[in-house]
């Protein structure tokens, strides 16, 4: 069972380009969250997704950044006109169980994050 | 808001020290505490889950405890090895949903 897989690893960004990093969850995984590790940060949550809905975005930022989790294909986290300050480490993560139903044993399988610079 | 705090943030040791790394957090409405280790450049590895009805998980020379009403987690490392120099990172997830919230991260070195 291959884990949750993100692309690409690296990517390299001018300022006012767009950003399209992509996670693929475990299989048999229907939950996506992202997270973002700022330089000398710690992690911190953007938004949680199942499929074809948005159920968390609580810490996205309010412009340019928007995420998609279509019923086929892996979740996307888009970056529009992105700035230096985007620059970071951006880690994807499944779950197989969500809020309804949730199992207090579940875990969040993490991605090995796609490391995003801006120039 | 939960706010998660890690001491220290970084730990220098020599190899077969037993050490105890620490994570305190604001909200004792817990779900389930994480412990992760993060290489440099890396992704995430689950070390460690505590759920919130328990007080601590052991796996290899890893024991972690829990201290739900004191806001409080420890991670104990028996006979530490080069090989667990890494950032270790605890994570809360809280009742009403299902973000994790970070701490900072330790920064352990092993010297051998």
């Known amino acids: 069972n291959a884990g949750v897989m993100q692309n690409p690893r690296h990517l390299v960004r001018r300022r006012g380009q767009e950003a399209r990093l992509r996670c693929s969850p475990m299989?048999?995984?229907?939950?996506v969250y992202w997270y973002r590790q700022l330089p000398e940060e710690g992690l911190k949550f953007m938004v949680y997704?199942?499929?074809?809905?948005?159920?968390?975005e609580s810490g996205m930022p309010k412009e340019r950044f928007s995420a998609e989790f279509p019923k086929e294909g892996p979740s996307i986290l888009r970056i529009q006109q992105v700035v230096r300050g985007d620059s970071a480490a951006y880690f994807c993560?499944?779950?197989?169980?969500?809020?309804?139903?949730?199992?207090?044993?579940?875990?969040?399988?993490f991605g090995p994050g796609t490391r995003l610079t801006v120039l | 808001k939960q706010e998660v705090t890690q001491i220290p943030a970084a730990l220098s040791v020599p190899e077969g020290e037993n050490l105890v790394l620490n994570c305190s957090f604001t909200?004792?409405?817990?779900?389930?505490l994480q412990w992760f280790r993060q290489d440099p450049g890396k992704g995430l590895t689950s070390l460690l889950l505590i759920q919130s009805s328990q007080r601590e998980q052991t796996s290899g020379r890893l024991n972690a405890s829990l201290d739900k009403s004191s806001g409080r987690s420890t991670l104990y490392i028996a006979a530490s090895q080069p090989g667990d120099s890494a950032t270790y990172l605890c994570?809360?997830?809280?009742?009403?949903?299902?973000?994790?919230?970070f701490g900072g991260g330790t920064r352990l070195m092993v010297k051998p």
């Open positions: 299989k048999g995984h229907s939950h």
């Open positions: 993560a499944s779950s197989p169980i969500g809020l309804a139903g949730v199992s207090v044993t579940d875990t969040q399988y």
């Open positions: 994570a809360v997830r809280a009742n009403a949903g299902n973000m994790l919230t």
């Open positions: 909200d004792s409405a817990i779900y389930n």
């Open positions: 997704l199942q499929k074809e809905n948005i159920i968390d």
